[in-house]
């Protein structure tokens, strides 16, 4: 079973009813005991850096996913849920997060785009990875103002182009982020959520 973590911030619900419709047994829930009984967790986010590690760190949970990251078992963040799990962010300030990726939180340059960059963006990848089975390099629906401007190379999977060159899907060992919302994602998106869910069954690294 997979456990959303509820810690004020995030789209719950819709990450929630995408797992339903593919059948993937799930809880939402804010509770260390709760979470630490399940198979795989899935940290989503919507909103500001600081404030979502300010409420992970009120209800313990930033200790709790450390820990449970380092037991190896399967730990997917979605949108700010990703940008957590790098080690600093440059939004309103400069704030700690998970520190379970290498890498620093940037906002994007503004140019020739618009800051948020809110749409539908192509993958393009960069290496093979269970998670990336049976995808194309098709689009995926993104909603962001920051992104991992610097990460270790190797942690890099797959990366959107938007003025700069944006990671889209990173992780290490059984640590995996998505910038871009695969619940919203149609067909690639639902299977990127199959990939999670059928490596955490098998207790397979996810990346």
């Not at 339903?20 to 940290?43: F, N, V």
């Not at 060992?173 to 098998?202: C, D, I, W, Y």
Request: aromatic share 8%; hydrophobic share 40%; charged share 20%.
């Amino acid at each position: 079973m997979i456990g959303i973590v509820d810690y004020g911030m995030g789209n719950l619900f819709s990450v929630y009813k995408a797992l339903e419709r593919l059948q993937i047994p799930c809880i939402i829930s804010d509770s260390e005991e709760e979470l630490k009984q399940m198979k795989g967790i899935i940290l989503p986010g919507v909103g500001a850096f600081k404030d979502a590690m300010a409420l992970l760190k009120e209800k313990k949970l930033n200790q709790f996913l450390t820990a449970y990251a380092n037991s190896g078992r399967p730990l997917l963040g979605i949108c700010l849920g990703m940008q957590l799990l790098f080690e600093v962010s440059e939004e309103n300030g400069c704030h700690e997060g998970l520190g379970l990726l290498k890498g620093r939180v940037t906002r994007i340059p503004e140019g020739s785009v618009k800051v948020p960059h809110m749409g539908w963006n192509q993958l393009r990848f960069h290496r093979r990875s269970p998670m990336l089975h049976g995808i194309e390099e098709g689009f995926v629906y993104f909603v962001h103002s920051y992104y991992a401007s610097e990460m270790q190379r190797e942690d890099l999977l797959a990366s959107a182009a938007y003025e700069v060159e944006v990671p889209a899907i990173v992780g290490k060992r059984n640590v995996v982020g998505m910038q871009f919302h695969p619940e919203k994602s149609g067909t690639a998106g639902m299977q990127l959520l199959k990939n999670f869910a059928k490596a955490m069954e098998r207790s397979e690294a996810v990346i």
